[in-house]
């Protein structure tokens, strides 16, 4: 079906170019047909015979079809032949090579794809993010992958930050390979998006490992920082006897369902009344209350964007979608190769889609917050008399 439909989009496309339809006479015609030349296309469903429309007079290549492949496709196929040439497949491996059809790839082959490829990915994750700025909201997270190193099977940890640009749009930031999800990986990390160019940033959104929370402090001075909702939930689950889990629950999600901060607020002390039945709950929540709910100093209208990493999950499992294909990695450039090709997709699609906050409501975000120094609570920019509530209802 792919095929077929391929070669009917190639067969009309080429009529548009000749000014008329094959076999049909027209005045209109500036060139005629003349058979096709065959091309071998890999795809993820095999590899399929594309009939290349041939002319007279003058040339017709699809440049849109085989030439400007998507860079992860090719990547794949890179990291796959890669894996395959280093002696590190199975059968299962094998299997994989030939559904992608690129049995027949030589070693030189290769080469030539992967600096191709290196080139792209590699500007793409050391552009300067000065232009995009200020990124208001930022996220951070980090995926685990197995690379062969020293004869070994290991694990490495891949560490992705995305933002909010100046245009609503969200973009990937960076990405870095690193062996462990470790302080001075997340500072160094957050060091190059500095040096790049990143700033303004007033939350940043991930789960509570000391490394990353460290890192942010220590680069992003005056930044806020939320701890994901999805994250602490599963934290506050094992502190929480199982049988009275459903009830607690409920009350925590019930403080994010409020209309305004103030109402967060409220609700969360009634969750805190738990202090004599359940003391390490109460604990727990009473130490973390800052964390959580530093969502509540923004417009009411980006707290679903803003509160958890739910966000990311879509673009980590496309990265898995890609990734298990491979399963051990031959080295870490390959894991670099693949993900920043999927990464560097992604943040295209992003700048060509719908924005993900509004400009209005980005700009409020930014205002300075002020604290009342009665209720605690964030109640706006200072150089304004209303509050960041009156301005989101």
């Known amino acids: 079906m792919l095929q077929t439909t391929i070669n009917a989009l190639l067969s009309a496309d080429a009529d548009a170019v000749c000014g008329a339809e094959w076999g049909k006479a027209s005045p209109d015609r500036t060139a005629q047909r003349n058979g096709y030349r065959h091309r071998d296309l890999d795809t993820r ?49 094998d ?22 490829l290196d080139e792209h990915v590699a500007q793409f994750r050391h552009r300067r993010l000065d232009d995009a700025g200020p990124l ?33 749009r969200r973009e990937v930031l960076g990405m870095r390979v690193a062996t462990s999800e470790t302080g001075p990986a ?38 806020s920082w939320q701890r994901c909702r999805t994250h602490y939930a599963a934290n506050l689950m094992a502190v929480t006897p199982k049988n009275l889990w459903p009830a607690v629950k409920a009350m925590l999600h019930s403080v994010y369902g409020q209309p305004d901060a103030k109402a967060v607020q409220a609700q969360f002390d009634r969750l805190l ?29 980006l707290w679903a964007q803003i509160w958890s990493n739910n966000p990311n999950e879509r673009l980590n499992r496309e990265i898995r ?59 706006g920019p200072e150089e304004v008399s209303v509050s960041l509530l009156e301005l989101s209802a």
């Open 186 to 223: 997340w500072n160094q990390f957050f060091a190059d998006l500095v040096a790049r160019g990143l700033a303004g940033v007033r939350l940043v959104t991930s789960d509570a490992h000391q490394g990353l929370v460290e890192a942010i402090a220590a680069n992003l001075p005056g930044t």
């Open 273 to 301: 009344d738990y202090e004599d039945k359940l003391p390490d709950v109460f604990a727990h929540l009473d130490a973390t209350r800052a964390d959580i709910l530093a969502f509540t100093a923004f417009p009411e209208g």
């Open 95 to 116: 299997k994989l090579v030939k559904t992608l059809g690129i049995d027949s790839l030589s070693k030189s082959q290769v080469s030539r794809m992967a600096a191709d």
């Open 136 to 168: 208001t909201f930022v996220a951070a997270d980090a995926l685990t992958m197995k690379v062969r190193e020293g004869g070994r099977v290991i694990n490495a940890v891949v560490l992705i930050a995305t933002g909010v640009n100046a245009d609503g």
């Open 45 to 93: 469903v095999g590899t399929i015979d594309v009939a290349v429309p041939k002319l007279r007079k003058g040339t017709y290549f699809p440049d849109w079809l085989l030439e400007r492949r998507k860079r992860a496709e090719t990547a794949l196929i890179t990291v796959v032949a890669d894996c395959y040439l280093a002696g590190v497949s199975t059968r299962r491996m």
């Open 321 to 379: 979608r890609r990734t298990d294909s491979v399963g051990i990695f031959p080295n870490r450039d390959a894991i670099v190769r693949l993900v920043g090709a999927v990464l560097a997709e992604q943040s295209d699609e992003w700048a060509e889609g719908r924005r993900y906050l509004g400009l209005d409501i980005l700009a409020r975000s930014r205002m300075n917050a002020v604290t009342d120094t009665n209720t605690g609570i964030d109640t």
